[in-house]
């Protein structure tokens, strides 16, 4: 991408969108601008930029339309700190299960990998060179130092030589000459002491004590090394890794994603339709209403403890989507309701829009295929009428039984495909024409069923 996603303008945005995700063009108009406020919140003046909060967006559909693949392409164009939970798996705090705030400290994890990553790029050409001193000093140990009565001229003589050597050998790492051979250092040992397994209850979920406690059990107990023979590539990469660990500055990782998290985090929160209540109910509804009276200081505003710090979730952006086919988004409780201002109706997928998915996105399933069977040099060619078939088919069959969107292209495609997948080494012939005629053959008994289409496709 030429341009960084802050100079992007709402009609770029959605151009960057269309190449991974066909149709729903009021989602990609809604997500655009709440990027490209983004962009216009950081250029305000300071004693209002607190007040400005994102609008979050509600995405009302069926599966396998878009909304997921929306939210993931936006995080990835932007360069956003992203998670994808799902709201049924979370309980009201105080029960066993998942807590809403562990979605913060996921989203705060995923940063800190990244921003590490990040800054172990920025240092990586100084661990390297750190890393083949350091090497070297195996391959040529440094002389020991020579006796005084020897005299000056025998001692410059010796570092003389051993410099020259100790070049003879960089010259012969940088060939691969001496990729074969073995040296003796330490290596971080992997036998730790076992971790205690304690069981705790709090307010957090059962995951997340887990790794508090496999964090704290690991810092107690110091790091084994031990002296082994590894071979000369493997010793350079691990010196690599360790000088990496040792230049990366911890805090500076710390702030960066602490601050990414706070001012661009994106959490897409998936099935909040199964949160909602569709009935009144007497005695706790730790699974539904539960849940949203939770989510909802989270997405309004509040401070979380996560290992790195307090995270402010003020200006997370949130995308909740939800099929919404039993409970509808009147269902939630009303303050959660007011939290996602923007409500968008996503477009149930037609022929027309099967078509282009198959044909036009950068990963489109076609050029997927083409791909993977061009390692077994057979060469496909799908023709406009198979394609059509085949969008016609997946339309047919999302009306008869389950409406699952764009999925049931990857079933039908599977299944069309199946025989040349399984051939494909043996085959004489190279080029396989894949018309019409030959997806009619492949499906007719299935799509004839309608009983047997529920079970294949």
């Not at 998290?261 to 909602?276: H, Q, R, Y």
């Not at 710090?309 to 997370?316: A, M, Q, S, W």
């Not at 923007?342 to 399933?365: C, H, N, Q, T």
């Amino acid at each position: 991408m030429a341009k960084k996603l802050n100079f992007l303008t709402p009609k770029e945005i959605v151009k960057e969108l269309e190449k991974y995700v066909i149709g729903q063009d009021r989602a990609k108009k809604s997500v655009a601008i709440a990027l490209r406020t983004r962009f216009r919140r950081n250029n305000v003046p300071s004693e209002i930029m607190d007040d400005i909060v994102p609008k979050n967006i509600l995405l009302i559909g069926p599966t396998g339309v878009g909304k997921t693949e929306i939210a993931r392409r936006i995080a990835k164009l932007s360069d956003s700190p992203f998670i994808k939970v799902e709201a049924s798996k979370f309980t009201e705090v105080g029960y066993m299960g998942r807590d809403v705030e562990s979605m913060i400290r996921d989203i705060v994890e995923t940063a800190y990998i990244n921003e590490r990553a990040k800054e172990t790029e920025q240092v990586i050409e100084k661990a390297k060179q750190n890393a083949e001193e350091l090497l070297l000093d195996l391959l040529v140990p440094p002389p020991p130092r020579m006796p005084k009565k020897n005299g000056a001229n025998n001692e410059a003589n010796g570092k003389s030589s051993y410099a020259n050597t100790r070049e003879k050998f960089r010259t012969m790492f940088k060939e691969g000459k001496l990729n074969d051979r073995f040296v003796e250092m330490e290596v971080r040992s992997l036998n730790r002491p076992p971790i205690p397994i304690i069981e705790i209850f709090s307010q957090s979920g059962i995951d997340d004590i887990g790794q508090d406690f496999k964090d704290m059990f690991s810092n107690m107990f110091p790091k084994q090394k031990k002296l082994e023979k590894v071979k000369v590539t493997e010793a350079y990469d691990i010196l690599i890794r360790e000088e990496s660990e040792r230049l990366v500055d911890a805090d500076k990782v710390i702030k960066n994603t602490i601050q990414s998290v706070e001012n661009s985090g994106l959490i897409f929160i998936d099935e909040i339709d199964k949160i909602a209540s569709r009935e009144k109910s007497y005695g706790p509804d730790v699974s539904r209403e539960g849940v949203q009276r939770d989510l909802l200081p989270i997405i309004e505003g509040s401070n979380v403890m996560t290992k790195y710090g307090v995270v402010r979730t003020d200006h997370i952006l949130f995308i909740a989507a939800g099929a919404f086919h039993v409970s509808k988004p009147s269902d939630l409780i009303p303050e959660l309701q007011g939290r996602f201002p923007i409500r968008v109706e996503m477009d149930s997928l037609s022929k027309k829009d099967f078509i282009r998915i198959l044909k036009e996105p950068k990963g489109a399933l076609i050029k997927q295929y083409f791909a993977l069977l061009k390692t077994e040099n057979v060469v496909l060619d799908f023709t406009d009428d198979g394609i059509e078939r085949i969008a016609e088919i997946a339309e047919e069959v999302n009306l008869k039984t389950e409406n699952i969107g764009a999925r049931r292209l990857h079933t039908i495609l599977e299944k069309v495909m199946e025989n040349i997948s399984f051939e494909a080494p043996f085959k004489i012939s190279k080029k396989v024409v894949i018309d019409k005629a030959y997806v009619d053959d492949r499906l007719k008994d299935i799509v004839k069923d309608e009983d047997l289409s529920r079970y294949i496709l």
